[in-house]
């Protein structure tokens, strides 16, 4: 298997566009397309299907997209062997979950931040586990991870058992963000249970607690009427489900505060929703003996700031 073949299928997943990740890569498209082709061929898996936006990955594509990325950072690590110190130096590497302060935060860091020209950054959005799994076995300088409350024993022991460090980045309830279109976008006191009932939840298909398999989907359950179907749609990408938002005003999704500025680009509103054991937190992690350095404590205190955009915004 050509392992140069994994940063095609990257840069094809980067661009949503075979073109343009052929004019990215200096290669022709007739070549580009065949070795994914071969690749498919050789996995025995759909990586990639084309649609109105662009090429997007399958569900498998995204699992073994995620490993190849993974494959990749390991590749670069033993080539910089011999130069430690310049990859300390040139890379940045986080993982972080799929919410909007977060994406927000980080690229108007890059926007405003003079960057090294032999830099290279990795932003990952992805699940809490998975992001343990970045800092402590893949090389990621820091990660953020979201958790319930009622989950954050098994989350402490965890971080202890890897040998993690943490810092709380901040703590909220979750909030229903919808199209102002929603049938119930202009109304108060919302709940959980009423939502879910009526409309299609859109969610993260992989979120997951250690020790304990099914542990989310049973903290949203209890909130649920049993005897009631339930519509659900599991998204692994932020931007589609903002895109979903907007198109299929019958859909809903919890998350944490969003800046009014991208509500606004995206025509959301978000509203309280009540429902039992709604507190979570956003925590920062990093392995035990790494220093943080300039750049990254920078990129940190542009959380936070961000972060304040909405810590004392009353919803209703």
Do not use: W
């Not at 986080?94 to 909007?100: K, L, Q």
């Not at 929603?182 to 409309?199: F, G, V």
Request: with cysteine.
């Amino acid at each position: 298997m050509n392992t140069l073949h994994f940063r095609y299928a990257v840069e094809i997943e980067k661009t949503r566009s075979i073109t343009q990740a052929a004019e990215n890569l200096y290669m022709a498209q007739p070549n580009l397309s065949k070795a994914i082709k071969e690749l498919e061929n050789t996995l025995g898996i759909t990586i990639f299907r084309r649609t109105s936006k662009g090429v997007i990955p399958t569900e498998q594509g995204l699992k073994f997209l995620g490993y190849a990325k993974q494959i990749l950072i390991q590749i670069n690590n033993m080539e910089a062997i011999h130069s430690p110190e310049k990859l300390r130096n040139t890379n940045l590497r986080i993982s972080v979950p799929r919410t909007s302060y977060i994406s927000k935060a980080f690229s108007e860091y890059i926007a405003t931040t003079k960057i090294p020209e032999d830099m290279e950054v990795y932003f990952c959005e992805t699940n809490s586990l998975r992001t343990i799994e970045n800092v402590r076995e893949n090389s990621y300088d820091f990660g953020i991870i979201r958790f319930n409350t009622a989950h954050e024993k098994y989350f402490m022991d965890f971080l202890d058992e890897k040998g993690i460090k943490s810092q709380l980045l901040r703590e909220f309830e979750m909030l229903a963000v919808m199209s102002a279109e929603h049938p119930e976008a202009k109304k108060e006191n919302i709940s959980y249970s009423d939502l879910s009932c009526k409309y299609i939840e859109l969610t993260q298909g992989d979120d997951s607690i250690p020790y304990v398999s099914g542990a989310v989907e049973k903290l949203f359950a209890e909130n649920r009427p049993a005897d009631i179907p339930y519509r659900k749609l599991c998204l692994y990408d932020r931007g589609s489900a903002l895109d979903f938002l907007l198109t299929v005003p019958q859909s809903f999704m919890l998350d944490s505060p969003v800046p009014e500025s991208l509500c606004g680009k995206y025509n959301l509103v978000q509203r309280k929703c009540t429902f039992r054991d709604n507190h979570f937190i956003d925590l920062l992690i990093y392995s035990n003996g790494h220093k943080l350095s300039g750049m990254e404590i920078e990129l940190i205190n542009k959380f936070y700031e961000v972060r304040n955009e909405t810590a004392f915004t009353e919803y209703r």
